[in-house]
């Protein structure tokens, strides 16, 4: 058997397979992500991969929409404003908003001319649409 240092704690051990690490329990604390912080909220998280920037999608969300051309419309009791794209809003009921704020909403004209919010989601390896009202209901 030889003698070797772990490649996380540090200590010495012996070995007589090929190993790095003195445990599995440095194994694993090897493996973890460190501790990142978001540009967006400014609050220290653990990524889930290597190259996530943001805590959230709702910072990554809001990062990513910029400066709105279009203040948020006055506040309405026991509701909420959730940005759309192109400088709109929709207004839910505020006990949803948390649900529906989490993700991106692309506001879109129907064929009657009335806006909608929608969204993209991936089933199946197939991209579908949502509309927020089906999605409240």
């Not at 070995?15 to 400014?42: A, I, N, T, Y």
């Not at 309405?76 to 505020?94: I, N, S, Y």
């Not at 909403?105 to 001319?113: D, E, F, R, S, T």
């Amino acid at each position: 058997m030889l003698e070797f240092i772990c490649g996380q704690c540090k200590k010495t051990f012996f070995r007589s397979v090929r190993r790095r690490f003195c445990s599995k329990e440095c194994h694993s604390d090897s493996m973890r992500l460190p501790l990142k912080k978001c540009p967006q909220c400014c609050k220290n998280f653990v990524p889930g991969k290597n190259k996530q920037k943001f805590c959230s999608l709702k910072c990554f969300n809001a990062s990513a929409g910029g400066a709105r051309d279009q203040p948020e419309p006055p506040s309405v009791h026991r509701c909420r404003w959730v940005p759309l794209t192109q400088g709109k809003f929709a207004l839910v009921d505020e006990a949803r908003y948390d649900e529906l704020a989490c993700r991106k909403w692309l506001a879109v004209k129907g064929p009657n001319g009335h806006w909608y919010a929608k969204r993209a989601e991936y089933r199946d390896g197939r991209q579908i649409g949502i509309y927020m009202h089906n999605q409240i209901l």
